[in-house]
């Protein structure tokens, strides 16, 4: 293991760790525009170049890899020299759009500008080059390539990531251009990531584009809740409304990326109506809203009835593996503890989709929920029913009376998946006595006997299970507002009505009596 | 003087093979062959050739690089990609004696264990390439080169590449880049090309004219060679001289040989007026005046001291009646047009330095344009990924310091 | 539907086959293309993507980058002439001026007949025979206007 001494610091790096890895590992910031830890090195904007003991020029710490006894310098005033230098001619052909560029905020010409530059421009307007600007590449992407630094990350992204080399270079000297084919829209599930990799407002997010200033927005950790691959995510929000997702970068699941389906999901969660008040049938037949401490006695009330007159087993718990774990594990407990069913489903699928199943050979995953693992690592799948099909039939055919119905509308459609929403439909006509936890109104809802109205991804404190296995935890960016309520408080409601004694008041709560489950089991 | 190089140029029938070889051609392939592979570049080290396209490394060192019994393909690359301004030696060697090129490349190609090789031609000189093309025919037919090297179980391929117009293609590790069928973006060193180069192998480049001397260096031994030009200067040279001279051309000299004596000896003395400055390497290295000129001589070492550089040899000679910002953004220009643009400061430096030139020449510059012009070349300098950079720091820096007044007096009173 | 007709297809099997592998004969194969069908246009170069697996872009892009190939349709007669050094000192821009007043384009232009395109160039190893210009394989050195003009008239009666 190579040892380095870096702005006086003494530290040791695995074989193979280049300078700017290095200084990473030890907190210092190396100013640099090409470099991306999930790409491969470049070495051509020159920010990152540093002093080295013996060498004499500034090497590129990105290429530079360290060796044994190295000391390297980051902040002298050669290297600042050379850094202000790049800047300034990155600066001169660079427009000054920062009034009416999304990038302002969080863009590295700007930051690095106010660290290393501060400079005043030496170049007539007329002496600027002159590049493409607001170039439409498609439904994800817009591109300005007069801001463009070339960088050519986005190259390096459609070369190495997704194979498939959109976006290229054309032309030579300072009159290249990014772009792509003709300028053509951009036909790849992932190219949203090049709006990521983008150091400055070249290719910014059209789903984003003038909507919101950076600096308003916060920022919540989640997982994406798009399908079972679990790329961890960056909700940013403000005052209740999501602006957009982010990758989080995590080595192990999703690098720095996620797909384009994965990114727009956050629309989904507003289209439609939201289901605002539980509400439940009466005698005539129609649903009306009633307090919540009302809806739950009710159901607490009916299912113990039809528990002591037809059997524990006529009650089905059907999940959603869309859920959090925590809310499905308040589900089982309820259900199979207090209640005393065996009988729990949440497969939704036509076939049996495999979690870890792949769609592409970059990220997404066949099955489009987020927590199917959970789901079946709680136990919430049926040999008997095998599935939601079987849970129709036994349904219709009097074995299951009732049944406690977590439904979240999957946030990426698939056109075989596009029945499976009138498949819950049929499965509620078909019982005597059903509770339904959703987000949105339906038509179908009319014909439940009760319906809670629930939060929805983003909206709900908790963990998912990836198809790894991994338990990951996310956020809630927002709230719902009003009586809708997180389907782990609505199973913790269910459960004190029915007389446990436990208190189950917070996330932390959960997770002890999960852990001593785990253990016991 | 031996001529190593031009010793039979002006004969018409040279590019003949039968003709090469009555005149002593392919006799050092045949000696090399005898030899043991690494005594080959142990010959040429002794004989302190240096390279020729403009870096002036030593030949035999370079070849000594190339780590053998890798298990990996060893690549030797001729560069004939002769763009540098001022410079047309080795179109000369390429059109008239085309067979010392091939009788070098396969002295090389044998020492370095090499098996397929490529000249990398710039695509202006196509029909240059026909000429060596037939002369490859040539070799291939008298069983010369292909499965046996001149009788040798060795086999030998040599292709032309032709390049499609790109200065910076000239830079090995662009030319190497631009072979693999990529824009000819220079790559970061290390790694190098002896270790890893075309197609992640180990790769020699070497200039037409430094592969041109391998044969003579062979057959006449190094001793032979290192007795001519100087210390360390070893050898003879090709300048191309151009310009305000009455007999513009190449002329093999010894390194060594004074300046003043190839402008008014060889090439028949300055024209059109007294003699003002004097770029003796190609554009890439710094101008000296007419002063400057005096008791200069033609070796890498002497021309560092006066301040300049040997480099590719392209002497261009400039009278008093030419106007120094005027040559200046010429260069500028060529400078801003070949830079392929991949790292900063050269793309933007390049492009902006030729602007600010411009319009300086046009009359609409000022004079703080001209100290901006030295702040550019600061920042550009030996921040770059390859030297064109500096390629076009050494003309704006010596031009401005040397001929500050005629730039001055462009500016807008 | 551009494509390669049978002999451009034997010179193309010819290319490959110097190369270890294949991408190295991506520029080679550009410029049989170019001889092909005058210029790198994009149906051009989607051509020779499709033809040796690389996308269309990534061609464009290689194209672009050298001079050498044009970006748009170039002469019959293509004139490149040296603006460098050399050439500059020796008299290019009485030839440039004389080109533009024969052929009444600018560098860059071509004439409406589609026979001459002209453009400056960079230095083409002919700095002892300046000034000097090239049209396609061929070299025209020791140039004076009047020798523009000879040039162009032959070149017109080819």
Not at chain 1, 235 to 249: A, E, K, N, Q, S
Not at chain 1, 478 to 494: D, H, K
Not at chain 2, 48 to 71: D, I, Y
């Amino acid at each position: 293991m190579p040892k380095l001494t870096i702005d006086d610091q003494e530290i040791e790096v695995p074989a193979g760790t280049t300078i700017i890895q290095a200084a990473m590992h030890a907190g210092i910031d190396i100013p640099h525009y090409c470099y991306h830890e999930d790409l491969p090195i470049d070495g051509n904007c020159r920010m990152c170049l540093v002093e080295v003991e013996k060498m004499p020029k500034l090497p590129p710490s990105c290429a530079t890899v360290v060796t044994d006894g190295m000391v390297v310098k980051t902040r002298t005033d050669k290297v600042k020299e050379a850094v202000r230098g790049v800047l300034e001619f990155l600066l001169i052909n660079h427009p000054v759009d920062c009034p009416v560029c999304d990038q302002a905020g969080e863009c590295r010409l700007q930051d690095y500008y106010m660290v290393y530059g501060l400079h005043t421009s030496e170049i007539p307007l007329e002496m600027k080059v002159r590049k493409h600007k607001a170039v439409d590449l498609g439904p994800m992407v817009v591109l300005d390539s007069e801001r463009c630094v070339l960088c050519s990350r986005c190259i390096r992204f459609f070369d190495h990531v997704t194979h498939t080399g959109e976006m290229q270079f054309f032309g030579r000297g300072d009159h290249v251009e990014i772009g792509t084919f003709e300028n053509r829209p951009l036909d790849n599930p992932y190219s949203g990531n090049v709006v990521d990799v983008c150091p400055v407002g070249a290719l910014t997010s059209r789903d984003f584009r003038f909507k919101c200033r950076v600096w308003f927005l916060l920022s919540t950790d989640s997982v994406c809740g798009g399908c079972s691959t679990g790329c961890n995510v960056r909700i940013d929000h403000r005052d209740g409304t999501i602006f957009r997702l982010l990758p989080r970068r995590n080595v192990d699941i999703n690098k720095s990326w996620m797909c384009d389906e994965g990114r727009l999901t956050y629309h989904k969660l507003t289209s439609g109506e939201r289901l605002r008040l539980p509400a439940a049938r009466g005698r005539d037949g129609m649903q009306a809203p009633m307090k919540w401490s009302d809806a739950i006695s009710l159901v607490d009330t009916t299912l113990r009835d039809i528990a002591s007159r037809h059997g524990q087993n006529s009650i089905l718990g059907f999940a959603s593996p869309s859920a959090t774990n925590e809310a499905l594990f308040l589900f089982k407990l309820y259900l199979g503890d207090r209640i005393g069913t065996s009988n729990f489903e949440f497969r939704l699928a036509s076939e049996d989709k495999d979690a870890t199943a792949e769609e592409d050979q970059v990220l997404r995953h066949l099955d489009k929920h987020p927590n199917s693992i959970g789901a079946a690592g709680l136990g919430l799948a049926s040999d008997s029913l095998g599935g939601i099909d079987g849970a129709i039939v036994a349904a219709s055919e009097g074995r299951i009376e009732a049944a406690v119905i977590i439904y979240l509308k999957p946030l990426v459609e698939r056109p075989a998946d596009r029945d499976l929403e009138a498949k819950v439909a049929k499965l509620v006509e078909s019982l005597e006595f059903s509770v339904v936890l959703t987000s949105h109104k339906a038509e179908w809802l009319a014909k439940a006997n009760v319906v809670l109205p629930v939060t929805q991804w983003s909206e709900e404190e908790g963990t998912y299970t990836n198809f790894q296995g991994t338990e990951q935890a996310a956020g809630a960016a927002i709230s719902p507002g009003g009586e809708i309520l997180p389907i782990w408080q609505v199973m913790a409601r269910l459960l004190k009505t029915s007389g446990d004694e436990r208190v189950f008041s917070s996330q932390a709560d959960i997770a002890a009596v999960r852990k001593t489950a785990s253990a016991e089991s | 003087m031996n001529k190593v190089l031009l010793a039979n140029v002006d004969q018409p029938d040279q590019t003949n093979i039968d003709k090469y070889r009555e005149r002593g051609g392919y006799q050092g392939l045949q000696k090399a062959l005898a030899m043991e592979q690494t005594a080959v570049i142990d010959e040429v080290k002794a004989s302190g050739l240096r390279g020729r396209g403009g870096a002036g490394f030593p030949t035999g060192m370079k070849w000594g690089f190339v780590p053998r019994n890798t298990g990996k393909a060893t690549y030797l690359l001729c560069n004939a990609d002769e763009s540098e301004p001022g410079t047309f030696k080795d179109r000369l060697l390429l059109e008239r004696d085309p067979h010392m090129l091939i009788e070098g490349m396969a002295i090389a190609c044998y020492a370095l264990d090499c098996h397929l090789s490529y000249i990398y031609i710039r695509g202006e000189y196509e029909f240059v390439a026909y000429t060596v093309q037939k002369a490859l025919d040539e070799a291939y037919a008298a069983k010369i080169l292909g499965p046996s090297l001149m009788g040798k179980d060795y086999p030998l391929d040599i292709f032309i590449h032709l390049g499609q117009g790109a200065y910076i293609c000239g830079e090995e590790t662009s030319l190497i880049e631009s072979l693999e069928g990529y824009r000819g973006y220079p790559r970061l060193k290390p790694p190098f090309p002896a270790v890893s180069g075309f197609l992640a192998s180990p790769t020699v480049v070497n200039n037409v004219e430094t592969l041109c001397a391998v044969p003579w260096i062979v057959k006449n031994g190094a001793a032979a060679y290192s007795a001519m030009g100087t210390e360390k200067s070893k050898g003879t040279k090709l300048f191309s001289i151009s310009g305000h001279v009455s007999k513009p051309g190449t002329y093999e000299v010894e390194l060594g040989y004074p300046l003043m004596d190839l402008i008014n000896n060889e090439a028949g003395g300055v024209t059109g007026g007294k003699l003002k400055a004097v770029i003796p390497g190609g554009s890439s290295v710094p101008v000296l005046t007419a002063a400057e000129c005096e008791g200069v001589t033609l070796d890498y070492e002497a021309l560092l001291k006066a301040g300049s550089m040997l480099g590719s040899g392209g002497v261009i000679v400039f009278n008093d009646t030419v106007k120094m910002p005027e040559v200046l953004s010429v260069i500028a220009d060529f400078y801003a047009h070949e830079s392929c643009g991949q790292c900063t400061p050269c793309r933007e430096g390049t492009g902006w330095a030729a602007k600010i030139l411009r319009n300086l020449v046009a009359g609409k510059g000022k004079v703080p344009d001209i100290d901006l012009l030295y702040k550019i070349a600061d920042m550009m300098e030996g921040k770059t990924i390859c030297p064109l950079a500096d390629a076009d720091v050494m003309p704006i820096r010596s031009f401005v310091t040397k001929f500050r007044s005629e730039f001055e007096s462009f500016c807008a009173s | 539907m551009i494509q390669f007709n049978e002999e451009a297809m034997r010179r193309y099997q010819t290319i490959i086959s110097h190369y270890p592998e294949k991408r190295a004969a991506v520029l080679p194969v550009l410029t049989l293309a170019q001889r092909e069908f005058g210029w790198i246009s994009p149906e051009v170069a989607d051509y020779v993507g499709n033809l040796m697996g690389y996308p269309p872009s990534d061609m464009l892009s290689v194209a672009t980058f050298y001079t050498m190939l044009h970006k748009k349709p170039a002469g019959k007669y293509h004139m490149e002439i040296c603006r460098n050094v050399s050439c500059w000192l020796m008299g290019t821009y009485a030839c440039v001026d004389e080109i533009k007043r024969r052929l009444k384009i600018e560098p860059g232009g071509i004439t409406p007949d589609g026979k001459f395109s002209f453009a400056l160039t960079e230095c083409l190893g002919s700095c002892g025979t300046a000034p000097a210009m090239q049209v396609g394989d061929r070299y025209f050195e020791n140039l004076t206007p009047q020798k523009i003009g000879e040039i162009i008239e032959k070149l017109s009666n080819e």
